[in-house]
């Protein structure tokens, strides 16, 4: 069974930095596409940040609203993805979850967005004061 548990979420005033962990175990870890998604509020899932497997390239994508802010990485021998929030807004507020598709590639042809993820993790909230 796949399960996927984040940590690492909290209250941070704007301008503050926060590392986001996601461990993850029921799968080869390295075989497929894994992301970072969040919910603000009142408003849809968005991507973040995504990781396709090693065995097709290992690309990465970074959403525009965090591009230069954030980072994805993954450590395989640990099995966590993590994701590096620097510089912080108040538009950051979310509750943060990974995800992991069964795919390897998050990008055959596009991105797959949250409709391509097949597991998911309960969150951790983030909280950006100003």
């Known amino acids: 069974q796949v399960q996927l548990v984040e940590s690492g979420g909290g209250s941070v005033q704007a301008g503050g930095s926060l590392r986001l962990s996601c461990t993850v175990s029921?799968?080869?870890?390295?075989?497929?596409?894994v992301a970072w998604f969040r919910q603000a509020p009142g408003k849809e899932r968005e991507g973040v940040a995504a990781i396709s497997a090693s065995a097709v390239g290992g690309d990465t994508w970074i959403a525009a609203s965090v591009k230069g802010r954030f980072t994805i990485s993954q450590d395989n021998a640990k099995k966590t993805l993590n994701l590096q929030m620097n510089t912080l807004k108040p538009e950051d507020t979310a509750m943060y979850y990974c995800a992991a598709s069964r795919w390897g590639s998050c990008f055959p042809g596009s991105w797959i967005g949250a409709k391509g993820m097949d597991a998911w993790g309960q969150g951790t909230l983030v909280t950006v004061s100003s």
């Open positions: 029921g799968y080869t870890f390295t075989d497929n596409c």
